[in-house]
Nanobody, 124 residues
Framework: QVQLVESGGDLAQPGGSLRLSCAASGFSFSSYAMSWARHVPGKGLEWVSGIASDGSDTYYADSVKGRFTISRDNAKNTVYLQMNSLKPEDTALYYC?????????????????WGRGTQVTVSS
């Protein structure tokens, strides 16, 4: 069955960096767009970044544009989120999600499989 396993979350200082990974299995990874989303208690789920199935197009929320970079390695069935210049407001539980097809969508309701998340805390 489809599995998405996030890793890389940690405590980081403001201005620091982290790299999240999401290892996928149980489906043809290279055929599907993927996204990262984050959940802050009391604020709900926020879409963060997305990437086309072949990695040719990437998309970012305004709140992370210029600081975060999404990428994927289809040979390793893994999608990454490089997070630089971290801010306290980036503190959240980060999830990766699989799109229903190769087309990207910002609508999180369209994503059909989710990982369990990895916690990122940005604090001095």
């Amino acid at each position: 069955q489809v599995q998405l396993v996030e890793s890389g979350g940690d405590l980081a200082q403001p201005g620091g960096s982290l790299r999240l990974s999401c290892a996928a299995s149980g489906f043809s990874f290279s055929s599907y767009a993927m996204s990262w989303a984050r959940h802050v208690p009391g604020k709900g789920l926020e879409w963060v970044s997305g990437i086309a199935s072949d990695g040719s197009d990437t998309y970012y929320a305004d709140s992370v544009k210029g600081r975060f970079t999404i990428s994927r390695d289809n040979a390793k069935n893994t999608v990454y989120l490089q997070m630089n210049s971290l801010k306290p407001e980036d503190t959240a539980l980060y999830y990766c999600a699989k799109a229903p097809g190769d087309s990207f969508s910002r609508s999180l309701n369209e994503y059909d499989h989710w990982g369990r998340g990895t916690q990122v805390t940005v604090s001095s």
